[in-house]
């Protein structure tokens, strides 16, 4: 990548407010540029943060960071900060191993003030700190950057409403991108908006405040009385930021968010304003890159791709877990119109748009409200329908007492299909998803399973429609295995889901019992293998279990009898698992047997591939080899 001229002369984040205003319409296009290069070699979020470079140019213009904190809401709209703040060198190893993360990173620079991932966070943390920096007498400035959807979660208006009465000298920007609020720009509003944004009139406005105060008796009230009147003109005026006027903010926009000069002028004004403060700036999800301009939601977050012609480079001939899912529903669809499918903001990723445009009545896309999709499939559920719900298993973890309380509690028939389960590349820690298991495991009335291939989901999810009660199935973002171990007699369309429940014996062994829970399996096998390859006297009894709850002990049992060591793989959470789980039962009711669990041991990864993440959790064939030759190794008298 040949380095821009203009970027690369700038020294820090401070000399960009020195440039003219062509000077940063020029560092915005070399910007774009960067992004554009480094996510179509490397994947990641694109069209969102295509959209945020003229405001993030105007708020560190304006802005003296890290001083002044910026909070990003979910964190993908943070690449232009990145590069203009102190990591422009490093943005090549974007979402790498090693390198920069795809979000807001504490430890990475003191740029970014808080670690986000998950969304509609940012106006809690940002009025955390403000209040933290007011009680430590911290003159500083606090800004929440929400959007993308982001305004829509529940949490995000928790958090206006204790800002909106808290005083707090707060600014929360609005990018509004149109994935959440339209933007129609009238001529009278935008008059009134650069009235109301002059200093000349925030200054003499804050003067008349400040004689008034220091008058008795009258002084507050006739305050208080000038504002409620300025407050009602504006919510008659324009219902636009009615809601955020109730709420207690200031509310000032909309603006547009490429207008560098109107951004700036905005930015520097709102310093002026005394309490919560929200602007509104519009902004194009993509902008500067045709594709991503026309379908923004296709290049929300990409793989990598070719720049000429915007495809992903990646192959399409393989079915992934997700395009199964998709398909299934499909089928499930066709023959129950009872079956409704919902997510919460991400229909495309778990493979639900295909079901959309077939049945769009029955798909209920909700946005970013995870609590509210899971309690909403209740309330189907105990109305006669058969919910499906399709979250990313590291967005689950937002509505877990929704999963207890209102599903489970009741044993309503609600299957939940967790995406992302396991090792998740890329994005790092935030969005693993290796805490389903161990979260879930001991609900009352859920059954949990896990499949191998692409056949055990699509018998998982049609045997599931007659379940009573609730179900969870957790499987990666990858290529779902051809090969099918059902058994043959396998009646989808009559048998109960408990004949999916038996372990499925691989290969016969009588040195060691390996027991590899769903997608696992494939790297297991490839350890027995190699381990029986290299010596011809070792035999392993290898299993493939894709239910985890209820899991069937007695076959286990059965075989640590004959090989006095049980070894467990799993793509989750190693403390509080499913292999903690499964081998303190052996050990309980098994004497002198020789135990181990393999599972994800480093709970706080950074963003690597999934096959780096196994390797370094040594999860892959080579790690596996060496844990099931250690333990076949041991003498079942040594403990």
């Given amino acids: 990548m040949n380095e821009p001229t203009l970027l690369s002369s700038i020294d ?15 560092l915005a296009q070399e910007v774009r540029d960067i992004i554009i290069e480094t996510v179509a070699t490397n994947g990641g979020h694109l069209a969102p943060n295509l959209g945020v470079v003229e405001l993030t140019i105007a708020m560190l213009s304006t802005l003296n960071p890290p001083e002044d904190s910026v909070i990003f809401d979910v964190g993908h709209q943070c690449y232009a900060w990145k590069i203009l703040t102190d990591r422009r060198e490093r943005f090549s190893t974007l979402r790498r191993k090693g390198g920069l993360s795809g979000f807001p990173k504490r430890e990475e620079s003191p740029y970014d003030a808080f670690n986000t991932g998950h969304s509609s966070t940012s106006v809690s943390a940002a009025l955390g700190l403000a209040r933290a920096k007011r009680s430590k007498g911290d003159k500083s400035r606090t800004v929440a950057v929400i959007g993308d959807g982001s305004i829509g979660g529940g949490m995000a208006f928790e958090a206006l409403s204790d800002a909106g009465q808290s005083g707090e000298n707060l600014l929360v920007i609005l990018n509004d991108n149109q994935m959440c609020i339209d933007h129609v720009v009238g001529g009278l509003a935008r008059h009134l908006e650069q009235l109301r944004t002059s200093l000349r009139y925030i200054r003499m406005k804050t003067r008349w405040e400040q004689r008034l105060d220091r ?24 219902e636009r930021g009615a809601i955020f006027e109730r709420l ?9 968010g490429h207008d560098l000069r109107d951004l700036e002028r905005h930015l520097h004004a709102l310093r002026f304003i005394r309490g919560p403060v929200l602007l509104h700036v519009v902004t194009l999800k993509g902008k500067g890159y045709t594709f991503a301009e026309a379908d923004p939601a296709d290049y929300h977050g990409v793989a990598p791709f070719d720049l000429l012609n915007g495809k992903s480079s990646s192959s399409g001939e393989l079915k992934t877990f997700s395009r199964v899912f998709g398909e299934t529903m499909i089928e499930l669809a066709e023959n129950d119109r009872n079956v409704v499918a919902i997510t919460a903001a991400m229909m495309q990723g778990t493979g639900l748009l295909p079901f959309a445009e077939r049945f769009p009545e029955r798909l209920f896309d909700v946005g970013i409200a995870e609590q509210h999709a899971v309690t909403m499939a209740a309330g189907m559920a105990a109305g006669g329908l058969r919910p499906y719900v399709a979250i990313y298993s590291t967005f689950m973890q937002r509505a877990i007492d929704q999963l207890i309380h209102d599903v489970c509690l009741q044993n309503l028939p609600v299957v939940f299909a967790l995406d992302r389960a396991g090792c998740v590349g890329g994005d790092g820690e935030t969005h693993q998803g290796i805490y389903d298991l161990a979260m879930t495991l001991s609900f009352p009335n859920l059954t949990v399973f896990a499949p191998a291939t692409a056949s055990d989901l699509r018998a998982i999810l049609l045997l599931s429609h007659n379940h009573d009660g609730p179900v969870l199935i957790r499987y990666p973002h990858d290529v779902a295995e051809a090969r099918c171990f059902l058994p043959e007699d396998l009646d989808k369309e009559k048998d109960d889901i408990s004949r999916l429940c038996s372990l499925r014996r691989i290969r ?6 390996v027991i590899a829970l769903g997608s696992a399996l494939q790297e297991a096998e490839k350890a027995v293998e190699v381990i029986t390859n290299k010596n011809n006297n070792i035999s392993i009894d290898l299993f493939s279990c894709i239910a985890a709850v209820p899991f069937e002990y007695h076959i286990m049992l059965e075989s640590i009898q004959r090989t006095g060591r049980l070894f467990i793989v799993e793509d989750g959470c190693e403390l509080g698992g499913f292999g903690s789980i499964v081998v303190s039962e052996a050990v309980r009711t098994s004497q002198n047997v020789l135990v181990d669990f393999a599972g994800v041991r480093n709970r706080i990864v950074g963003q690597a591939t999934r096959a780096e993440l196994r390797q370094d959790e040594k999860l892959d064939a080579v790690g596996l080899v060496e844990r099931m030759t ?3 190794e041991k003498s079942p008298n040594s403990g």
Avoid at 12 to 26: C, H, M, P, T, V
């Fill in 215 to 238: 008058l008795p008796l009258v002084g507050k009230p006739m305050i208080r009385l000038l504002a409620s009147i300025k407050r009602n003109f504006r919510l008659w005026r324009r």
């Fill in 12 to 26: 820090g984040s401070s000399a960009i407010s020195q440039l003219s205003f062509d000077e940063k319409e020029r």
């Fill in 248 to 256: 207690g903010f200031r509310y000032y926009g909309p603006v547009d």
């Fill in 508 to 513: 016969a062994g009588s040195d060691l019992t």
């Fill in 630 to 632: 250690r333990l076949i």
